[in-house]
């Protein structure tokens, strides 16, 4: 599932930006920056892992982190620019704080534990 959504949100981009070099950049902000502390602590300190070699297809293993990942796809999916993703994505509020659309919340967190046959 991480690698589908991983690869989503590629094409999602390469779609709206030019320049590939800031895809992680980008990741950080919109994905990483949005969730709680502790979801980033659990996937930074999973098995040792090594920070300098962390990339954000690691993260997707954090199932809050996956879903903020989903929801970016989507507004990207939705936006026709950058202008028009930043203006969608502040109209949902950030996980750091209480989440409004809680339905889209617990219809994501049901699909992403659906098995592709």
């Known amino acids: 599932m991480k690698e589908r959504v ?11 930006f030019k320049d590939n070099s800031l895809i992680n950049e980008f990741f950080k ?6 969730i709680k502390d ?10 040792g892992r090594d920070l300098e070699k962390i990339q954000p297809l ?9 879903l903020r990942t989903i ?15 930043k203006k969608l994505n502040k109209k ?7 989440i409004v659309d809680v339905e889209f ?5 049901q699909l992403i534990k659906i098995q592709p046959k």
């Open 6 to 16: 991983f690869q989503e949100y590629k094409k999602q981009y390469n779609k709206k």
């Open 29 to 34: 902000t919109y994905v990483l920056d949005t």
């Open 38 to 47: 502790s979801d980033i602590l659990q996937e930074l300190n999973k098995n």
């Open 58 to 66: 690691d993260y997707l293993e954090n199932e809050s982190i996956l």
């Open 71 to 85: 929801r970016v796809c989507v507004l990207l999916e939705l936006s026709k620019d950058y202008t028009a993703f």
């Open 92 to 98: 949902i509020k950030t996980d750091k704080e209480s």
């Open 105 to 109: 919340e617990k219809l994501l967190t």
